[in-house]
């Protein structure tokens, strides 16, 4: 299968003209299969419109032929530090393309070592940083020996939990663990700049696949006539408090709320309350781009950025928290939605 065959002509056209032949077994390879075979296809959807978009401005042809080769060549699945790498160029390309259609006068940054490294300079003092969480390494390993042990029978199956992994406290407690790996890189790797305005590209399409509705602070799940009500965890991993936030048991039924038990509260501040100079996060998930502002941010940011923002590809704005106009989102919207949780989930007299 090739690019054109899915309606993505000018893609195709600019792989052929810098001669870049896709390999089966390399990142793009690997998702033109998938897509054939009637799998997802987003991620190639994604980078089509971030390739238009570089193509359009006629900027960074360089860089973009770089990372195309990178994505064309380099075997996908031979072992997991290449999925990481692979998926880290992806989302790196995505971010860099979709970027540049707002944002002209973009800049890819090049590592420095012993400095603070984002990696786009998106406009004056406005940087940006993509962050590429990846499926739990302890399931990937407790799929395969699930396989392993299956291998005289005609089928095999196997449970499994990417986001979470397998171990008891991530089953016993799933919000946490999610929050843990969304972002447990960056609590210790602060790349944002001091008097800068500076943003986070979180993708969560590469061994996360989270779709937009994972990122509501509270969801609710209609399944063969019963109504679950529970919290996946991403929006915590940003706005919730260590102690406050509140998340239930899986399959929680508000209707039994006394007879339920299982209750469990965050472990972590969400990352917003510990970085004052981040000014927002932008996530990307399988279905749209969602904007997270910081209210407690040193700094407001910039109201033609925010509406930049609001311009990009895909941007789902009903489920995006910030403020209009030049003023900060006001933290009491925070406290409001995890004070109307943790009220959800008392029991009543």
């Known amino acids: 299968m090739e690019l054109k065959d899915f309606g993505y002509h000018q893609f195709d056209s600019f792989m052929e003209e810098h001669k870049i032949e896709i390999s089966d077994e390399s990142y793009l390879g690997v998702r033109l299969k998938n897509l054939g075979n009637g799998g997802s296809g987003s991620n190639i959807l994604n980078i ?23 994505l064309s060549y380099e075997s996908y699945k031979s072992n997991d530090k290449k999925i990481q790498l692979n998926s880290k160029v992806a989302a790196e390309l995505i971010a860099g393309g979709q970027l540049s259609n707002v944002f002209h006068e973009i800049e890819p940054l090049v590592e420095r070592q012993g400095q603070k490294n984002p990696d786009f300079k998106l406009l004056d003092s406005t940087y940006l940083e993509v962050y590429c969480p990846q499926t739990s390494q302890q399931n990937i390993e407790a799929v395969q020996k699930q396989h392993n042990e299956q291998k005289d029978k005609m089928v095999s199956f196997s449970f499994s939990h990417p986001q979470t992994g397998q171990t008891v406290g991530a089953k016993r407690y799933p919000s946490n663990k999610i929050i843990d790996r969304v972002l447990s890189h960056k609590r210790n790797n602060d790349q944002t700049k001091v008097d800068s305005y500076n943003l986070l590209w979180l993708d969560l399409t590469h061994g996360f696949n989270a779709f937009c509705d994972d990122a509501l602070p509270l969801v609710t799940i209609h399944h063969v006539g019963t109504i679950y009500t529970g919290s996946f965890g991403i929006w915590h991993a940003f ?3 260590k102690r406050k936030s509140t998340f239930a048991p899986e399959r ?19 990352l917003f309350r510990q970085r004052e100079y981040l000014n927002g996060a932008l996530l990307l998930t399988k279905d749209g781009l969602i904007f997270f502002e910081n209210p407690w941010a040193k700094m407001a940011l910039p109201e033609e950025v925010k509406k930049k923002i609001t311009q990009l590809y895909r941007f789902r704005a009903n489920y995006s928290w910030f403020q209009a106009g030049e003023k900060i989102m006001p933290s009491e919207l925070v406290e409001r939605e995890l004070n109307k949780i943790e009220w959800l989930y008392q029991k009543s007299d």
């Open 239 to 241: 706005y919730g408090k």
């Open 252 to 270: 929680t039924e508000l209707r039994y709320l006394n007879s339920n038990s299982g209750y469990y509260q965050q472990m972590e501040d969400g």
């Open 48 to 70: 089509n419109a971030a390739v238009e978009s570089l193509v359009g401005i006629d900027r960074h042809e360089s860089w973009l032929v770089e990372n195309l080769k990178l």
